[in-house]
């Protein structure tokens, strides 16, 4: 019963207010994971096992990408790890530290190197992060230098 001369309204969300509301929450999103990832000592660690898988996956890329060998480097004594041609990274306090790499790849009683290769291989080893009881491992696989992480 509606005459001819009326036009039904269309109601929705135009295109612009959408995109204002996924900025808003990407805002929101970029502010509050930082402080609950610090505020959740649980999320902290995993976020160390991730930085530390990413690190590795990194250096391997560089060195196929850049077709020249690149290293993992882990001092247990500091704590730290860095990539070739990158700045140091330190592992929290709370968190202990294991590491296994080849003989050869030992730079005295607590430093040791990943390497890898530009056909993606690497010389092998294992990263291994505790705290409080919870263990993960970051594995490289020597032949094909990929990275996993496994708990």
């Not at 991730?50 to 990194?58: G, I, N």
């Not at 040791?112 to 992060?129: A, E, M, W």
Request: hydrophobic letters at 50%; zero cysteines; charged letters at 20%.
């Amino acid at each position: 019963m509606s005459s001819a001369g009326s036009l039904a309204v269309a109601r929705g969300f135009t295109l612009v207010e959408l995109l204002v509301v996924l900025a808003v929450m990407a805002a929101v999103l970029a502010i509050a994971v930082p402080v609950v990832g610090t505020a959740v000592p649980g999320l902290a660690f995993k976020s160390s096992v991730r930085d530390v898988a990413t690190a590795l996956r990194a250096s391997r890329s560089e060195a196929i990408v850049g077709n020249r060998e690149t290293a993992f480097v882990l001092d247990l004594a500091t704590r730290a790890y860095v990539v070739t041609g990158r700045e140091p990274r330190r592992l929290r306090d709370d968190i202990d530290i294991a590491f296994v790499t080849a003989r050869s790849e030992m730079l005295g009683e607590t430093a040791g190197v990943i390497r890898f290769f530009p056909d993606g291989s690497s010389t092998g080893g294992r990263v291994t992060l505790t705290r409080a009881e919870r263990s993960y491992h970051v594995d490289v696989d020597w032949l094909t230098g990929r990275v996993a992480i496994w708990h």
